[in-house]
Structure formats: C-alpha cells, structure tokens
C-alpha cells in the first residue's frame, strides 16, 4: 500500500504542537482541546484536527486530548523518541553557534563531531567539542551512527562536504544559503536560507503598509 504523501507545512506545524503540549504538561495541564492547542500556536482548530488526522485518530469527541498521549504520539511520528547524532561541517561562526545550540540537545539531537580543514581552528575546542579535521570525519560517523550532517561552509565546498558526507553513510543533509546539492534520491536535503525569511517579512510588512493594515 503506498503510504500518503504528508506536506511538509503540516510536518511544521507537528512540531510546533510537540513543543506546545511539552510546555502545558510541564504545567500540570491533563487534557486540552483542538482550539486551546490552536489558540497556542496561531493556527485554526481544523487545521489541527486535519494536521493530526494523517496520522490517526486521537482524543475523544467532547473531551479533547489527553496532553501526555498526544505530546507521545507527535515526538513518535517525529522520529524524537530515540536520540540522533549530528555532525557539523565547518567551525565558523555559523557552525560555532549550531554546535553550542542547546535547543538541539533538548529535542535529542546531540552534535558528536564538528569539522574544519582550517589548519587554525582544527583542535581548538568550541565548548566540549573538539574541531577535527575533515580527514577523521569517516570514523566519527562510523562510531556513533550518524545519520544527520549539518553543512556550515562556503556555497562553493557545499558539494564537496556533501559528497563526503552522503558517501560515509549520512543520509539527511542540511544547508544554508541559496545551495543546491546533487545527491542521491535516498538522502534527503533541507536549505535553511535567512534571507527568505526576511523577504517573508518584509512582504508582510509592506503588504499591510499598502493596504493600510
């Protein structure tokens, strides 16, 4: 049977409710309705109920949802209850800032390797981390398994890092900046580009400045 395409938007929003039901079981809330739970994230009640309707039926009709089961079943069909390793690629400043991001650990990513083929920054430590070169990448990957790299370099070694990466196991690259890799159809590729983001702002922006929103 073929499995159903689910978009990547609801993808999105799965996590978004994840870490809103963490945030009300941590304060003690048993159950919780689609609205309370839209009302929390910004989004309508349906599209809740149509978000979580990919995966299954939950809560009960006139009750809601019980917060812990629901808060299970989002961090399950996310892939978050195992821990994952990570790698990063490149020890500049973006990649400084992702190996130090406590947010990954808290969601059970865990950065077991950074590298650099700057003769300047290989062996320095970026907290508990030491920066290793690219050449000791295949055993570090090896070691614990990873299957995630993020790509913190130039545009133009983007390919190359990811050549590496795809060829040592890795199997979930992602990037930043405006690059397009060429990879196997098994691996999967996201781009996390910043200056989109400020594009979708500034639409915004302007579009209720024009219609004098």
Known sequence: ??????????????????????????????????????????????????????FGEFGTRGVGYNVKDLMRYTLKILGLT?????????AGNLG???????????????????????????????QD????????LPEIVARHGVKIGILAVPGEAAQEVADLLVQNGVEALLTFGAVVLNVPEHVVVRNVDLSVKLEILTFNLSFRASHGL
Do not use: C, H
Not at 13 to 40: C, H, K, N, P, W
Not at 82 to 90: D, E, S
């Open 129 to 136: 981390l030491e920066v290793y070169p690219l050449e000791k």
């Open 1 to 54: 049977m073929k499995a159903p395409k689910i978009p990547e938007a609801t993808i999105t929003r799965l996590s978004v409710y994840s870490r809103f039901l963490e945030r009300m079981d941590r304060q003690g809330v048993v159950t919780i309705s689609s609205g309370e739970i839209a009302e929390g994230v910004g989004v309508s009640p349906a599209q809740v109920r149509k978000d979580l309707a990919y």
């Open 96 to 126: 400084t800032a992702l190996s130090t991001y406590r947010g990954f650990r808290d969601r059970g990513f865990y950065i077991v390797g950074v590298f650099d083929n700057d003769l300047t920054k290989i062996g320095k430590r970026i």
């Open 82 to 90: 195992r821990p994952w390793t990570v790698v990063v690629v490149g």
